[in-house]
C-alpha cells in the first residue's frame, strides 16, 4: 500500500489540534525509498511552530498504524509561504486589505485590494492602469470559480 496524497490529506485533517487550522496542500513526492511528504497547515489568525510539531507527531503516529512503524520517509508540516498562492477562502479572508494579483479563467490577470471575502467569491478594488493617465480604482466581484491562482502582492515599502 502506497502512500497517497489523498490519504495523508485525511490524516492531516484528523490531526489538527484546533478548530481554526485548515489544511491548505498536501504532496507526496513519488521516490520509492523514501518518498517526501508535504502538508502545508494554516489558521484563520496564522499558525505556530508548536502547532505544526502537533500536526507532523499526530501524522506520524497515523502512519505508522496505517502502514507499519518500517516505513521509511521524510514529512515536512509547516505554513505556506508568502509566495504559495491562497486556495482556500479561509485564506482569502485572512489576507483582507492586502493587495492580491489574480489570473482569472479567462487568461485575464487583475491586481487589487482584497476588500470582502464571500460565501461564493471575492469584492476587489482592482487597480486599472491607463497608459499617461493615473491609476483608477474600480470594485469588482470575482466568483471563486473564475480565480486559477491568487498570490498576495508583497509591499516593501
Given at each position: 500500500m502506497a502512500l497517497t496524497a489523498k490519504s495523508i490529506q485525511e490524516m492531516a485533517e484528523a490531526s489538527l489540534p484546533d478548530?481554526?487550522?485548515f489544511i491548505v496542500d498536501v504532496a507526496v513526492s513519488d521516490s520509492p525509498a523514501r518518498p517526501k511528504i508535504t502538508v502545508l497547515a494554516d489558521g484563520e489568525q496564522g499558525i505556530t511552530i508548536d502547532?505544526?510539531?502537533?500536526?507532523?507527531?499526530r501524522i506520524n503516529a497515523k502512519i505508522?498504524?496505517?502502514y507499519g512503524e518500517e516505513l521509511a520517509y521524510v514529512l515536512e508540516v509547516s505554513?505556506?509561504?508568502?509566495?504559495?498562492p491562497l486556495t482556500q477562502p479561509k485564506q482569502f479572508k485572512r489576507n483582507v486589505g492586502r493587495n492580491l494579483k489574480l489570473k482569472l479563467q479567462d487568461g485575464i490577470e487583475k491586481t487589487g485590494k482584497l476588500e470582502e471575502v464571500t460565501e461564493t467569491g471575492i469584492n476587489l478594488t482592482e487597480e486599472v492602469k491607463q497608459k499617461g493617465k493615473k491609476a483608477t480604482y474600480v470594485p469588482v466581484q470575482i466568483p471563486f470559480g473564475e480565480i486559477v491562482k491568487a498570490n498576495v502582492v508583497i509591499s516593501f515599502k
Open positions: 478548530s481554526d487550522l502547532q505544526c510539531a502537533t500536526i507532523s507527531r505508522a498504524e496505517t505554513s505556506p509561504g508568502v509566495d504559495f
